[in-house]
């Protein structure tokens, strides 16, 4: 359904409700689902409507839509049935239980068995879980209190829980607005216009004919005295016979350039068959999910809102379901549905800068380098994993004779200059530093300390207020704006001027450059409050907007571009914040929770696509994108500045804030924790002392180091594969940990309620608490560790054996085959964020399962080509990535089945995919060994190479070649059988490779633990070792005597693949070729597989490649 035709439904709403039709609005407004009338929702559930309050629920969500919505039917039917066993009508609690509480059942079969027991007891607050149950009342409220939480944590009712603000009898005034402009083009206009219907268009009758009444006596039309109805038609009415100018929308401003500085656009520009580009409307990535569509395109028509295929991004949570929870107990919302974890709460690091920080931006690729430009004109680099200041720069002009009089004059007289903004380029290579007096600094940065000065340019008179980097016509710019109200871009890389954009009246406070589809333009904001857009054609401002407060307002996207926000502050001190509707220019929400008075101008930031976030009255605040009222309000243990400076990394794992005393405190979330200790540990192995180390002249070349993992990445030598034998006296100093015996380490097979012939994909789900592998006889097998006194978490652990899970159904997860032996098919799969669904083929048709159902929701591409593997788009679960065995890449769109690109690099069959969602790119490798890197923005090949085999090595005519990125999301692994490499992935370089020897067993699986720092390698000998990724060196090894019995240990059965846990860094699973699964931890008095070897040169990050495993004088150089 298109925008206009969806406000139509929101009108004809308000229409029925202000004629008080009342039943008719809530079925209107069930059946569009556009609206939820949580009013409307409350008083039902009050009286206990609850037949009402399920056909209400049921045009938003069924169901099994969602975790969120199985909880809701659950807690409402759950209260209908107490409430039938409260009456003591035991045969309607029977129905209750029968009828609408058994489909929870096949979720949680012993929920299920206890509400059952109920009815056994002649009061069930008997049971002491409902012992505080009071009356139905009192139950009723409290339940209600838990459903509004639920809907509101709810992806599904998202943008559904506000009515747009409207003007009273809005339709009315529309009609009326349609009848002037009839009467407008009238052949015979009179004074007193004819109107008796609406069903035709309105023409003056001839003079001789009978005259109608006149609309103030038309009962449709006049007599209802309410604001908004219709005034008399004629000459004097609202629509003169020349249309008068309206605001042109965003999205409708770049369809067609005007010579004019702001032209004039009828009100028909926004007509739903207006020829206008969409392009703010529909993205080439479509936004993040919604597993509700609507129809697009040109069609008028109202319909119900569709259920289409569509995988929705809404449950981060896992496959365990409905904790049970009761009226007068602690809801168990408050654990499930929880603020967000992922917001940066956490103080991690507190820098002081040595003046006050006006301006941070973290590096886009090497997230801990946080820039930071002061009051004092200083520039600070920090690596904020090792609290170290790499660079600090005062400010110096770098050539006065060829600055401009002017600004000589205002260096005289007031020296004293301040940085107003810095800002990263894209690819992290440059940074612009903005002045309050003229000129603009861009640097060069080559990794570490070495920043060099690049371009200094003399910008503007006054001023420079902001500066941003874009591409306009694929060519990288800098955009500047300033206190002569002129709006610039430059060449970043000679500095030339290409554009000067005049029509600001005011000083120009804010720049946003963007760009739709294919088209590139600038928001710029003045310090009037105005708004306006430009295209880079000099052909002026194509639109003129007010921000809220007129002031002080900044501008900034989403991170998927998708959805346009601006922050601002009045003279008196009132903060707005606002998201835009791109199609008509207006603002669509704004939200709420700002200090009424804000002392400063207030700041903000967007991260996950999902997160807004504000410094303001001495902490930061933050909202999800969806809800106005304010999420939350953190003060950083306090210190901070009234209204404090904010920066997130790119990821949104950290967030920079400015504090008193001119410091800097660093939130982060946990995967940011993790970070920062992962560089921090490589920060102080680096500064460690070389034990034994071999004299730098004597070393042969292959000596590297990982760009993006310490900061720096200089001297860089391609590797050359060399047999390198270390000192037996190193062996003194450090051992390699052998494990041969069950009792050294924890490993436990999980139990078999099916015999698999051999386990072909393996890995544990997000949430931690489950195992999924496919056969070879494509059927899935799920795991589930259950919650329990020897296990609170409910987490997978090698100490307790889970549960083989089917549901109730008994049926199972089974892949489409083709009539081949499916033994010979390269099966795959991957597995949505949230846990949900399942998307697996095993050379026939791709299949999509309900995780929670086991139900097949749909197949499709049918072979051949067959499918070879599958990867989520990280960012959208609708878009998904598939390798075939023709050797293409499919990039397909789940919701609309339909392939967006097909990429072709490869000449043999794909076999493996990573998503990096920092460099926006995707790494592909395929049985012919070759390795190519693809942009996700337009599909195209950036760089592609051949994996480096050893010489005279012999592999299979189809081996595996598998990938998958460091969490650093810049360096990703390659698993070959002959090695194990860490490629750098914008120069595609080799860093690091570790080769097998030629004589010894292949490796047939290897994959990062969950933090990166350990790689997990599995061998055709059914040899499991460990290595660290930091030097590629092996640190345990895990003999087949360790965890296979002695009836096996000999015989041929070995890992296939090989699973890390996503929280636990020490936890891996193996599935073999005998289809049984293993689990593996250090035992708990160890906590880690072996000890790290010490590094080579002195640095954890400059490493020889060691070739080779088998007979050696060094344990290291040994498998």
């Known amino acids: 359904m298109s925008s206009l035709s969806r406000e139509l439904v929101f009108l004809i709403l308000q229409f029925l409700d202000e004629e008080k039709f009342k039943e008719t609005v809530h079925k209107l407004e069930q059946e569009s689902g556009f609206f939820f009338n949580m009013k409307y929702f409350e008083d039902e559930v009050h009286n206990g409507n609850w037949d009402e309050v399920e056909r209400y629920l049921s045009g938003f969500t069924k169901v099994d839509d969602n975790r969120y919505s199985m909880k809701i039917f659950f807690e409402i039917r759950k209260q209908k049935y107490l409430e039938a066993l409260d009456k003591h009508d035991r045969p309607k609690a029977v129905e209750i239980l029968v009828k609408d509480l058994k489909v929870f059942s096949t979720f949680n079969e012993e929920l299920f068995k206890e509400i059952t027991q109920l009815l056994t007891l002649e009061n069930f607050r008997e049971n002491e879980q409902l012992s505080k149950y009071g009356d139905t009342k009192s139950a009723r409220a409290i339940m209600l209190v838990e459903l509004k939480k639920l809907i509101e944590a709810n992806p599904l009712f998202r943008d559904k829980l506000q009515f747009p603000t409207l003007r009273n009898s809005r339709l009315r005034t529309l009609i009326n607005q349609s009848l002037n402009w009839q009467h407008q083009l009238c052949k015979n206009p009179r004074p007193n216009p004819d109107i008796k219907t609406l069903f035709?268009?309105?023409?003056?009758?001839?003079?001789?004919?009978?005259?109608?009444?006149?609309?103030?006596?038309?009962?449709?039309?006049?007599?209802?005295?309410?604001?908004?109805?219709?005034?008399?038609?004629?000459?004097?009415?609202?629509?003169?016979?020349?249309?008068?100018?309206?605001?042109?929308?965003?999205?409708?401003?770049?369809?067609?350039?005007?010579?004019?500085?702001?032209?004039?656009?009828?009100?028909?520009?926004?007509?739903?068959?207006?020829?206008?580009?969409?392009?703010?409307?529909?993205?080439?990535?479509?936004?993040?999910?919604?597993?509700?569509?609507?129809?697009?395109?040109?069609?008028?028509?109202?319909?119900?809102?569709?259920?289409?295929?569509?995988?929705?991004?809404?449950?981060?949570?896992?496959?365990?379901?409905?904790?049970?929870?009761?009226?007068?107990?602690?809801?168990?919302?408050?654990?499930?549905?929880?603020?967000?974890?992922?917001?940066?709460?956490?103080?991690?690091?507190?820098?002081?800068?040595?003046?006050?920080?006006?301006?941070?931006?973290?590096?886009?690729?090497?997230?801990?380098?946080l820039l930071v430009g002061t009051n004092v004109g200083d520039i600070g680099l920090w690596e904020v994993g090792s609290r170290e200041r790499l660079v600090q720069k005062t400010f110096k002009v770098w050539d006065l004779s060829k600055c401009s009089m002017p600004l000589q004059a205002a260096l005289v007289k007031e020296p004293v200059v301040s940085v107003n903004r810095v800002i990263w380029s894209p690819d992290g290579s440059l940074f612009g530093v903005a002045y309050s007096r003229h000129i603009v600094q861009l640097y060069s940065y080559h990794g570490g300390e070495d920043m060099r000065q690049h371009l200094e340019i003399d910008a503007h008179v006054g001023g420079v207020n902001d500066i941003a980097f874009s591409t306009p016509n694929k060519q990288l710019c800098v955009t500047t704006c300033g206190d002569d109200k002129t709006i610039k871009v430059w060449d970043a890389a000679t500095g030339v001027k290409r554009h000067t954009f005049e029509g600001h009246e005011a000083p120009v406070y804010s720049i946003c450059p963007h760009y739709k589809e294919n088209i590139q333009f600038i928001f710029s904001t003045a310090l009037d409050g105005k708004i306006k857009a430009w295209l880079y054609d000099n052909m002026g401002s194509r639109v003129d907007y007010e921000a809220p407060g007129r002031w002080c307002t900044t501008m900034a996207y989403s991170a998927d571009g998708t959805r346009l926000f601006s922050c601002g502050t009045s003279k008196d001190g009132e903060s707005f914040i606002v998201e835009w509707n791109e199609s008509e220019g207006a603002v669509k929400r704004t939200y709420q929770g700002f200090h009424k008075r804000s002392l400063g101008?207030?700041?903000?930031?967007?991260?996950?696509?999902?997160?807004?976030?504000?410094?303001?009255?001495?902490?930061?605040?933050?909202?999800?994108?969806?809800?106005?009222?304010?999420?939350?309000?953190?003060?950083?243990?306090?210190?901070?500045?009234?209204?404090?400076?904010?920066?997130?990394?790119?990821?949104?794992?950290?967030?920079?804030?400015?504090?008193?005393?001119?410091?800097?405190?660093v939130m982060a979330n946990s995967d940011g924790l993790r970070l920062l200790h992962t560089v921090e540990n490589l920060s102080s192995e680096s500064s460690k002392p070389a034990i034994n180390s071999i004299p730098v002249a004597e070393r042969p070349a292959s000596v590297v180091s990982i760009p993006g993992m310490n900061g720096d990445s200089r001297n860089m030598v391609d590797v050359k594969p060399v047999i390198t034998e270390e000192s037996n006296d190193k062996s003194k100093v450090w051992k390699l940990t052998e494990l041969g015996e069950p009792s050294q380490c924890r490993s436990l097979r999980l139990p078999e309620n099916m015999r698999a012939t051999k386990i072909s994909r393996l890995i544990f789900t997000?949430?931690?608490?489950?195992?999924?592998?496919?056969?070879?006889?494509?059927?899935?097998?799920?795991?589930?560790?259950?919650?329990?006194?020897?296990?609170?978490?409910?987490?997978?652990?090698?100490?307790?054996?889970?549960?083989?899970?089917?549901?109730?159904?008994?049926i199972l997860m089974t892949n489409d085959v083709v009539e081949t032996n499916p033994e010979e098919a390269v099966p795959c799969f991957a597995l949505s964020k949230n846990d949900s669904y399942v998307m697996s083929a095993s050379g026939g048709k791709i299949s999509l399962f309900n995780m929670m159902t086991f139900k097949t929701m749909a197949t499709f591409m049918p072979p051949p080509p067959a499918a070879t593997f599958l990867a989520f788009h990280p960012q959208d679960n609708n878009i998904i990535a598939i390798g075939m065995d023709d050797s293409t890449i499919q990039i397909y769109n789940v919701r609309v089945d339909e392939v967006k690109s097909k990429l072709k690099g490869h000449s043999k069959r794909i076999t493996g995919l990573a998503f990096s969602n920092v460099l926006n790119v995707l790494v592909s490798s395929g049985a012919d060994a070759q390795l190519c890197v693809w942009n996700t923005d337009g599909w195209e090949k950036q760089k592609s190479k051949v994996l480096q085999i050893p010489q005279g090595r012999s592999t299979s005519a189809l081996s595996d070649t598998r990938v998958q990125f460091h969490q650093d999301q810049v360096h990703f692994l390659v698993v070959h059988e002959t090695q194990l490499a860490i490629y750098e992935t914008t120069k595609l370089e080799c860093m690091k490779q570790w080769l097998v020897r030629e004589s010894s067993a292949p490796i047939t699986h290897a994959t990062f633990s969950c933090d990166s720092q350990l790689i997990y390698t599995s061998f055709m000998d059914a040899t499991i070792c460990v290595f660290s990724s930091a030097n590629l060196r092996l640190r345990c090894r895990v003999n087949p005597s360790a965890y296979l019995p002695a009836s096996l240990s000999n015989s041929n059965v070995h890992p296939l693949v090989i699973a890390a846990h996503p929280q636990e860094s020490n936890m891996f699973a193996v599935g073999l070729s005998d289809g049984g699964v293993h689990i593996f931890e250090p035992l708990e008095s160890e906590g880690k597989w072996g000890v790290a070897p010490p590094p080579e040169n002195g640095s954890a990050s400059a490493v020889t490649a060691t070739p080779s495993v088998g007979a050696s004088a060094s344990d290291q150089a040994q498998r």
């Open 601 to 665: 101008v207030v700041q903000f930031d967007t991260t996950k696509n999902r997160y807004l976030a504000a410094g303001d009255d001495f902490s930061i605040k933050f909202w999800d994108m969806d809800t106005i009222q304010l999420l939350t309000a953190i003060d950083a243990d306090g210190g901070l500045q009234a209204s404090p400076r904010i920066r997130f990394n790119k990821e949104g794992s950290l967030l920079a804030v400015s504090a008193n005393d001119n410091m800097i405190k």
């Open 200 to 369: 035709v268009d309105h023409s003056c009758r001839l003079p001789n004919d009978a005259r109608a009444p006149s609309p103030v006596n038309n009962p449709l039309l006049g007599s209802l005295p309410k604001a908004g109805g219709f005034p008399p038609l004629g000459a004097h009415g609202p629509f003169q016979p020349t249309p008068s100018p309206v605001p042109t929308p965003l999205a409708g401003w770049m369809s067609s350039p005007s010579s004019v500085p702001h032209p004039a656009v009828s009100g028909g520009a926004i007509a739903l068959g207006a020829p206008s580009i969409q392009a703010l409307k529909h993205p080439r990535t479509p936004p993040t999910n919604s597993a509700v569509d609507y129809p697009s395109g040109d069609s008028d028509h109202v319909s119900k809102r569709t259920r289409p295929m569509g995988i929705s991004d809404e449950v981060s949570l896992g496959v365990n379901m409905l904790p049970m929870t009761f009226p007068g107990q602690a809801h168990g919302h408050n654990q499930t549905f929880k603020a967000p974890d992922d917001l940066p709460k956490t103080v991690a690091r507190t820098l002081s800068q040595g003046s006050s920080p006006m301006s941070m931006d973290f590096h886009p690729i090497k997230q801990t380098l």
């Open 766 to 810: 997000n949430s931690g608490n489950a195992i999924l592998a496919l056969a070879s006889n494509a059927i899935h097998l799920l795991w589930k560790w259950q919650r329990n006194d020897r296990n609170a978490t409910g987490k997978a652990t090698a100490s307790l054996p889970p549960q083989q899970w089917q549901p109730a159904s008994g």
